[in-house]
C-alpha cells in the first residue's frame, strides 16, 4: 500500500509536502526489511523522479534492506536503482534545508 502512495503521487505529478514526506519515511523505515526488491525498487525510483530526499537514517535503512537482496535483482532493476539514487540527494544530519526539490516533471514508470 506504501508504495501505492508514491506511485499516485508521481503519476499526478504532485509533490505531497514535506510533512507527508516525513511521516511516509517514518512510516516505512521499520517495514523495509521485510520488502521484496521489486517494491524496494519502486519507492526509490519514485522518490527519485519526485525529486525527494530522503533523511540519511532512511537511507540506511534502505540500503540495509537492499544490498542482502542484490544479487536476485533484474538489470532493469538494478538499472532503476541507479537511476534514483543519482536522482535522491540524502539530506544530512545536519542539514537544515527542505527535504523535496521542487517538482518540475516525472519520467513514466513502466512494468
Known amino acids: 500500500m506504501m508504495c501505492v502512495c508514491v506511485r499516485v503521487c508521481l503519476t499526478l505529478q504532485i509533490n505531497p509536502g514535506q510533512q507527508w514526506w516525513d ?9 523495509m526489511r521485510h520488502m521484496p526488491v521489486d517494491g ?5 525510483w519514485a522518490m527519485g523522479a519526485l ?7 532512511w537511507m540506511e535503512g534502505f540500503a540495509g534492506s ?3 537482496q542484490l544479487s536476485v535483482c533484474t538489470p ?6 541507479i537511476w534514483a539514487l543519482a536522482a ?10 527542505t527535504h523535496t ?6 519520467p513514466a514508470i513502466t512494468h
Open 23 to 31: 511521516d511516509y519515511e517514518a512510516s516505512l523505515l521499520p517495514r
Open 40 to 44: 524496494l525498487c519502486e519507492v526509490m
Open 51 to 57: 525529486r525527494h530526499r530522503p533523511a540519511r537514517a
Open 66 to 68: 537492499l544490498v542482502p
Open 76 to 81: 532493469d532493476q538494478l538499472a532503476r536503482l
Open 88 to 97: 535522491v540527494e540524502e539530506v544530512g544530519d545536519g542539514d537544515t534545508h
Open 101 to 106: 526539490h521542487t517538482h518540475t516533471g516525472a
